[in-house]
């Protein structure tokens, strides 16, 4: 088995992504994808301790795409860390996403009169990948709330008091960049778009119109019948079936590398597929 979604603390994961290796070869994977949320920057320290466990490590990142009603994510796997147009444009979202964190400070401490400053996000989040889960385990330090998810329900979620909207790529483009960057680009939890089934068929048609890949229909959170159905629609348009546990360590507790909530068995050959899909 593999894992092709983890988070590392480069981002928004609770493990140095020098130790996913380890974690995927403890739960039985061959293969684990590091998949930050708009970096790179742990994809040469994973894969230097892949390497010596003998773990194949696939480098990627996710991308946050503008879409309504729900959210949209793109996972691009094979695109190393260096130059190249993806990987210029995940600065341009870093600087972004920085004054982004200052405004949702701010906010929350002088709007809302929470005890949270940018200094404690910045140094939970041990410097680099500032998000929003980041902010809440420092709210649940204080004891403003009880949990990570408490947090996002009652302040950090999109419509919440605290919410600070975030740059994001358009599908086009997100799915542009990867191609030209020698990535693959497949749609991350597809059912987060918030869509019917005919409109979730219909958006899928789209985006793999613009190159989309695959589809990670073994998701750790998901049930085997959603499995089953984002099985069946990738199948209808051609596309990979994919999968991971989206493991964050301590922000997401039900989630672990490898086996998700315990249920997860991704199979090798979805990673034989994409790679297949590589371009030329
Ligand atoms: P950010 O990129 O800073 O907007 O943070 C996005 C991350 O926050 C996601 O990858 C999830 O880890 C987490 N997240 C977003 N929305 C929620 C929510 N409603 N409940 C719990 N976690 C969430
Ligand atoms: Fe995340
Ligand atoms: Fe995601
Ligand atoms: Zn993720």
Do not use: M
């Given at each position: 088995m593999i894992d092709l979604?983890?988070?590392?603390?480069?981002?928004?994961?609770?493990?140095?992504?020098?130790?996913?290796p380890a974690l995927a070869r403890a739960a039985g994977c061959s293969a684990v994808a590091l998949t930050d949320h708009d970096r790179l920057d742990g994809v040469t320290a994973a894969a230097n301790a892949a390497a010596a466990l003998g773990v194949e490590l696939v480098p990627g990142c996710e991308l946050s795409c503008e879409v309504s009603p729900g959210t949209m994510h793109v996972l691009v796997y094979f695109v190393e860390p260096g130059d190249g147009p993806l990987q210029d444009e995940l600065v341009r979202l870093q600087q972004a996403r920085d004054t982004r964190n200052q405004l949702m400070a701010t906010k929350l401490a002088d709007e809302l009169g929470l005890p949270v400053t940018l200094e404690e996000i910045e140094a939970e989040a041990g410097g680099v990948g500032v998000g929003r889960p980041h902010v809440a385990a420092v709210l649940v330090r204080k004891g403003v709330v009880g949990s990570v998810q408490e947090a996002f329900d009652r302040y950090l979620a999109k419509g919440q008091a605290g919410y600070v909207d975030k740059e994001r790529l358009t599908a086009a483009d997100a799915l542009r960049?990867?191609?030209m960057s020698g990535g693959v680009p497949v749609l991350a939890h597809p059912l987060s778009l918030k869509l019917g089934p005919t409109e979730l068929d219909a958006a899928v048609g789209e985006l793999t119109a613009l190159g989309l890949a695959g589809l990670e229909a073994i998701y750790g959170r998901y049930t085997q019948d959603d499995r089953d159905g984002l099985a069946r629609l990738a199948a209808d348009h051609g596309l990979v079936v994919t999968g991971g546990s989206d493991h964050h360590g301590t922000y997401k507790p039900d989630l672990q590398v490898g086996v998700g909530r315990g249920d997860?068995?991704?199979?090798?050959?979805?990673?034989e597929h994409l790679r297949q899909r590589r371009p030329g």
């Open positions: 979604h983890t988070h590392s603390t480069v981002s928004d994961g609770s493990d140095p992504p020098e130790t996913i960049l990867a191609r997860l068995d991704v199979p090798a050959q979805a990673l």
